[in-house]
């Protein structure tokens, strides 16, 4: 924001040097910015895979694999024709769907 006041102070000549500087140094905050922003998404969405594999110790299939990216988990109950319920968990990653059941993964 500071970068950018001075950008606008009219004293500040378009088309010297200090000009080019400043609007580099505005760039290069904007893209650090970005950069931070998308590490840490990363780092949020392995944190919530690292915890589905760590509840699910001892399954044979991995759940943690690197580039997967957890898009959705939702909880869904399964009635049958006797009318006993079950609980599922659906685990949408961007490479395949899984559900689980209190401590199985399907």
Not at 19 to 35: G, P, T, V, W
Request: hydrophobic share 30%; charged share 35%.
């Amino acid at each position: 924001e500071y970068l950018a006041d001075i950008v606008k102070d009219d004293s500040v000549d378009d088309e010297g040097e200090a000009f080019a500087a400043i609007e580099r140094a505005q760039q290069m905050l904007r893209r650090s910015s970005l950069d931070i922003k998308e590490s840490q998404e990363v780092y949020e969405n392995e944190k919530r895979v690292n915890e589905i594999q760590d509840r699910y110790r001892g399954s044979v299939i991995k759940v943690s694999k690197p580039g997967r990216v957890l898009h959705l988990k939702v909880k869904a109950t399964k009635i049958s024709k006797h009318n006993n319920k079950k609980e599922y968990t659906f685990l949408l990653f961007n490479d395949t769907l899984m559900y689980t059941s209190e401590k199985k993964i399907h």
